[in-house]
């Protein structure tokens, strides 16, 4: 392109007008409007390109214009507090100014600079804003209905009274954000007035899987049927926020304000609510089953029918008489004895060290403090399970599943990750260790051998790798900040989009 800016986008304002022709930038504004005689805008989008900065994105600007008196008038973003009168007591509202909306819906915004724009009431439904960064903008009241907004960047982003039913969201930063109900509020005299309250944020059937969104601000947001998996809301608010049937999965709540939140039929299995207020919060019919609830306040909760880690009487009895007909399951190929189902149990601090639990059903356990040195967990499931603080040294759980599990602390030194053989039809096939979002923070799994165990999303922040062997482990969005990786073996390991690689490499 020859110009610094081109017009991208352009509609008459009605029929019969000729389509305008490109015109500079600098005519594009309040004061030069009149200078382009015959140019009749409706709307507008610039893409800017910085050449001053190469490896800046584009950023946008959005002109609103109208047809009045054969000249174009063109609107800009306007403050975000404007004065209606400039004499003594004038009512002046506060938040969002009255102007013409802008209307971009069905657009192709991907990749774009919009930080700090102002597009309160803006209609963006339907648009692509994949990879967009709206730090600190303003969408108050916004339309983003089924907008796609995978991977944007909303920090400190105002979306109070927002739209975003059937948004996808998908590892979106939507730290800080406010998505609080919209207000506006008048200014007479001294004293300030509600003018017009606006409906709750809503991001029903919202898709915000793997969303950062700490300490946002979501009080009395609608956000039933959302899928929240394995999102981060550590420390925001929620109170009287409604999630009714929402999936959150893995999802990370520590420290959040649940107070007078509708949680009815969500399914939190995994979560993690330490720390978490549930005070007077509804969690009727919901799932908890693996939920870390550390010093959660359930003061007046309603858990009618929740689901959860179960508490067994004479808990040691009853498990061995479950590992005896599992070792005849396993020594008769299946055809005598029972196979070792204790998923949802509670077998914090058990001593199970030596057993036998290969191909054994532990999914949403709690196996906290567990002594398990030495056990074979070969394919066991193990999915979901609080293991943290176990003592797993020298355990075999090659071809195991501990998809979500809980591992912080725990002691995993020359433990084995790797394959197991699987015989079929079509010969011996290896079915690597499934350690998908795992979170093993504090970890110590030195020399540990993790050949193509599958690592991606894990947390492994300040785990001891040292003498471990990852030999083509996929390690894909991996968190490895502060962890001892020294005489570590990556070769042939997938390390994308790893955080903490400047540690890594320099191991």
């Known amino acids: 392109m020859a110009s610094a800016a081109s017009v991208l986008a352009m509609r008459a304002v009605a029929p019969r007008v000729a389509m305008p022709k490109p015109v500079p930038l600098a005519l594009l504004n309040p004061a030069d409007a009149a200078a382009a005689p015959g140019h009749t805008w409706l709307t507008v989008c610039f893409y800017i390109k910085r050449l001053d900065d190469p490896t800046a994105g584009p950023s946008v600007m959005f002109h609103t214009a109208r047809p009045h008196l054969k000249r174009a008038e063109t609107e800009l973003s306007s403050p975000v507090i404007r004065s209606s009168s400039a004499s003594a007591g004038a009512t002046k509202p506060i938040g969002t100014p009255a102007r013409a909306r802008t209307d971009v819906k069905f657009s192709n915004l991907s990749n774009c600079n919009l930080a700090g724009i102002d597009l309160t009431g803006a209609c963006l439904r339907n648009s692509d804003l994949t990879e967009v960064d709206l730090t600190g903008a303003i969408l108050f009241g916004a339309d983003l209905r089924e907008a796609r907004l995978d991977r944007a960047r909303l920090l400190r982003t105002d979306l109070r009274g927002a739209t975003?039913?059937?948004?996808?969201?998908?590892?979106?930063?939507?730290?800080?954000?406010?998505?609080r109900d919209g207000r506006l509020f008048q200014a007479v005299g001294s004293d300030l007035r509600p003018?017009?309250?606006?409906?709750?944020?809503?991001?029903?059937?919202?898709?915000?899987?793997?969303?950062?969104?700490?300490?946002?601000?979501?009080?009395?947001?609608?956000?039933?049927?959302?899928?929240?998996?394995?999102?981060?809301?550590?420390?925001?608010?929620?109170?009287?926020?409604?999630?009714?049937?929402?999936?959150?999965?893995?999802?990370?709540?520590?420290?959040?304000?649940?107070?007078?939140?509708?949680?009815?039929?969500?399914?939190?299995?995994?979560?993690?609510?330490?720390?978490?207020n549930l005070g007077?919060?509804?969690?009727?019919?919901?799932?908890?089953?693996?939920?870390?609830?550390?010093?959660?306040?359930?003061?007046?909760?309603?858990?009618?029918?929740t689901k959860m880690t179960r508490v067994l009487e004479n808990a040691a009895v009853v498990v061995a008489e479950h590992l005896r007909a599992h070792v005849v399951w396993l020594d008769s190929f299946g055809a005598d004895g029972v196979r070792a189902d204790l998923s949802e149990l509670d077998l914090s601090g058990m001593d199970l060290a030596g057993s036998n639990l290969s191909a054994a059903i532990l999914s949403h356990a709690s196996l906290r403090k567990a002594k398990l040195h030495h056990v074979r967990l070969v394919l066991a499931d193990l999915s979901g399970a609080d293991i943290r603080e176990a003592d797993l040294s020298g355990a075999d759980l090659r071809g195991c599943n501990l998809e979500r599990a809980k591992l912080h602390g725990a002691s995993l030194t020359q433990a084995r990750l790797s394959p197991a053989p699987i015989a079929d039809r079509s010969g011996t096939q290896q079915l690597p260790?499934?350690?998908?979002?795992?979170?093993?923070?504090?970890?110590?799994?030195?020399?540990?051998?993790?050949?193509?165990?599958k690592l991606q999303g894990a947390n492994l922040s300040y785990a001891m790798l040292a003498g471990a062997v990852l030999r083509g482990a996929n390690l894909a969005g991996a968190v490895l900040v502060g962890a001892d990786t020294q005489d570590a073996d990556f070769a042939d390991a997938d390390l994308s989009r790893v955080i903490g690689m400047v540690r890594l490499l320099a191991a």
């Open 164 to 179: 975003l039913r059937g948004a996808s969201l998908s590892e979106a930063n939507l730290s800080y954000a406010d998505l």
């Open 433 to 453: 260790c499934n350690l998908t979002l795992a979170h093993l923070p504090r970890a110590d799994l030195r020399n540990a051998d993790l050949t193509l165990a």
């Open 195 to 276: 003018s017009w309250v606006g409906d709750s944020t809503t991001l029903a059937n919202a898709c915000l899987a793997g969303a950062l969104m700490v300490k946002a601000r979501l009080s009395n947001a609608f956000m039933s049927q959302t899928d929240l998996r394995d999102a981060n809301l550590k420390g925001s608010v929620l109170g009287n926020a409604n999630l009714a049937g929402s999936t959150l999965t893995g999802c990370n709540l520590e420290d959040v304000d649940f107070r007078q939140a509708n949680l009815d039929g969500c399914n939190l299995d995994g979560a993690i609510l330490i720390n978490a």
């Open 280 to 305: 007077n919060a509804s969690l009727a019919n919901a799932s908890l089953r693996g939920a870390l609830m550390d010093g959660a306040n359930l003061e007046s909760c309603n858990m009618a029918n």
